[in-house]
């Protein structure tokens, strides 16, 4: 979980690396992708996923299996706390929600 929160994370940066400062330059690029709905979807349900992981109450055998140390928590929750950012910075965007919104009504 923390591969896949790490690279989700990281993902989205390098597209404010590679693309712009600017959150409208990106809200702009992610627009003109057919498949915009579905980052954003797979976005938030990781999103979802890391958070319901960090709320569960850990047994003995899951601290055991998933996590090895609180360093592992420590990340996971810096990971998760940087992409909620990152959707947040995108959805502050009025013509990103509005075209989101629209695509998904489609």
Known sequence: ???YSALLSNSMYLLKAFISSE???IADVLLAHPEVVDFTTAALTAVRLTINLL???PTTQCINSRM???NEVYCLF???ESSVQFIQSLCKQLLFRERLV???VK
Do not use: F, G, R, T
Request: proline share 0%.
């Open 78 to 80: 810096h990971l998760c």
């Open 68 to 70: 090895q140390s609180n």
């Open 102 to 104: 629209e695509k998904k």
């Open 1 to 3: 979980m923390v591969l």
């Open 23 to 25: 959150w409208k330059d």
């Open 55 to 57: 709320q569960a109450k």
